[in-house]
């Protein structure tokens, strides 16, 4: 079964839909990256309790922005970064993407997906696992107490992106256009 869901920023300018999302289409994932908490904190946002952001990742083909597009932003956290999106009209984070509109893929933060939590699980199912352990705060022996992703989880992210590649998903990618990012990326200079 497939499900339209709605996407929406925190104070409402920004709204969108994802159509057809399901479980096979998707990989619902927390990611303990230090690049994500770093830009998720940069925009006054809180990471998950156990420390990583939720994200499901999607093919940018299926999203489409009603309205507010010109309030979306990009944010490198280096010259080699991820683009990570995010709206300014409240700052809240959207996801990140390739930095090229060839690789058909998106990690949408839940933040942007306008659905209680019990509800994505039912949309995107349980979480499948969760990547970057060894980047996430806490203590070693909560770090352990988290099921680490196995190589299939990995196998799957990558083989998903293959398979919304040969489809034609790079060539209706929402976060580009002719090829260029449909803003300008600006590389946030992090203070340690
Ligand atoms: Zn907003
Ligand atoms: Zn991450």
Known sequence: MADDISLKCTCGEVTGKAAGLSAENTNHIICHCADCRTFVEHLGGRTEPEGGVQITQMSPARIRIIQGTENIRCLRLSEKGLFRWYTDCCNTPIGATPPSA???????????????????????????????????????????????????????????VIGWKLRGDARRNFFFKDGQPIARPEILSVTP
């Not at 209680?116 to 699980?121: I, L, M, S, V």
């Not at 199912?125 to 203590?139: I, K, M, S």
């Not at 022996?141 to 990995?154: V, Y």
């Open 102 to 160: 060839g690789i058909p893929s998106v990690g949408m933060l839940h933040n942007f997906i306008d659905l209680p939590p019990e509800a994505r699980t039912s949309v995107f199912g349980p979480v499948r696992g969760h990547v970057f352990l060894n980047e996430a705060t806490g203590t070693a022996e909560q770090a352990a107490a988290i099921p680490k992703a196995g190589l299939a989880l990995w196998v799957r992210m990558y083989g998903i």
